[in-house]
């Protein structure tokens, strides 16, 4: 049976009508489900029974399973076990802007980047919308909290489950549904290029974020297998046209690993790369974990990093540290849990 979180609203308005029924019903559900956030169609108190009954035959109302929550002081780590037992993780992190939410997107991955857990793992399957938007509200359910930006960089490749994103971004987004502004939620692709193009169709002003991780074809060949089917050399010009086509800026993601993507040359070289392009530079420290042999960099080259980009004149962040207590990197809550 369907579950009643993955309806985007329009679908909801066709459900009531096809059963005979006014559209505006759908804002009613709607209201119920995100806003007061109930847990049964009971609880929906100013819909007639015989709908509520209805209702009930042809969708379902269930939630995932918390397995496991680890708790720091500003950033939460779940584990979610879904209907078939396989295990997706969130992270939650307090800002100074507001409460952000890092969601996965698929169970496993198939992108193999060789430095993160995720593609250890292998994919699956794709999730499906309601088990991205439980993500959220699930989370919201367990701080009492507003969720403010939603990223979805967790557990997998988002443009490889294209549909169900897209989906997705339309009730993070509806006023009536979750009610996240599309300049708060961010779609992190390592580069899939036709997808890039599709996406920059629609008419959503989500935030982009491409996993570039590497100054050159050489580099970026060596850790991401992508780039073996999509090069620096076509994406690159991808990326200008989305920013044409769109008017919004991208951000680039960058993380630092030692001996390897980090030296000064390699800095230079990422700005001749990205100059002119309206684009962010976020570097990342690397978050090591016990499987794979990548170091992070020294905290000293991190900052000679940076402080080449800013010299060259291009917009760079060092992205702050959250999770590496509680091993909150991609994937990693998700694969100690399989190694028990
Ligand atoms: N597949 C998408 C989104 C998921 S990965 C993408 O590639 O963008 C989210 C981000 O976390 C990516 O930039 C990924 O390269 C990065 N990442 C993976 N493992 C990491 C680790 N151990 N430390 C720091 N960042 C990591």
Redesign the pocket.
């Known amino acids: 049976m369907k579950s009643i979180y993955g309806l985007s609203r329009d679908s909801l308005e066709e459900y009531f009508l096809s059963i005979g029924e006014k559209k505006f019903k759908a804002i009613q559900v709607y209201e119920w489900i995100y806003q007061k956030n109930i847990n049964c169609f009971d609880d929906m108190s100013n819909v007639k029974k015989i709908v509520i009954d209805r209702l009930k035959k042809d969708f379902t109302c269930d939630k995932l399973n918390i397995l496991k929550i680890e708790r720091d002081k500003l950033v939460n780590k779940y584990l979610f076990e879904l209907s078939d037992k396989e295990r997706i993780e969130s992270v939650l992190m307090r800002h100074d802007y507001g409460i952000s939410i890092c969601i996965s997107?698929q169970v496993g991955?198939n992108?193999t980047?060789k430095?993160?857990?995720?593609g250890r793992l292998k994919k699956v399957r794709n999730l499906e919308v309601n088990e991205m938007i439980l993500q959220i509200l699930q989370v919201s359910e367990d701080i009492g909290e507003r969720i403010s930006h939603v990223v979805?960089?967790?557990?997998?490749?988002?443009f490889d489950n294209f549909d169900n994103i897209v989906e997705f971004i339309k009730t993070v987004n509806d006023p009536k549904g979750l009610n996240i502004g599309s300049r708060h939620i961010t779609i992190?692709?390592?580069g899939i290029i036709p997808k890039i193009i599709e996406f920059s169709k629609l008419p959503y002003q989500v935030n982009l974020?491409?996993?570039l991780?590497a100054p050159n074809d050489e580099i970026r060949n060596s850790i991401m297998p992508i780039n073996k089917v999509y090069s620096l050399e076509k994406l690159i010009p991808t990326i200008r046209d989305y920013i044409n086509r769109t008017n919004r800026r991208v951000t680039f993601?960058y993380?630092l690993l030692s001996g390897i993507n980090d030296s000064k040359e390699n800095a230079l070289e990422l700005c001749t790369l990205l100059r002119g392009l309206n684009c962010y530079i976020n570097l990342?420290?690397?978050?090591?974990?016990n499987n794979l042999q990548f170091k992070r960099s020294k905290k000293s080259t991190i900052l000679d990093f940076y402080d080449i980009i800013k010299k060259e004149g291009l917009n760079v962040t060092i992205r702050r540290e959250f999770g590496s207590k509680i091993s909150a990197?991609?994937?990693?809550l998700r694969s100690k849990k399989e190694d028990l």
């Open positions: 997107s991955c992108m980047c430095f993160c857990e995720s979805v960089m967790g557990i997998g490749e988002p992190s692709t390592c974020a491409v996993s991780h993601e993380i990342i420290p690397y978050n090591e974990t990197a991609c994937g990693q």
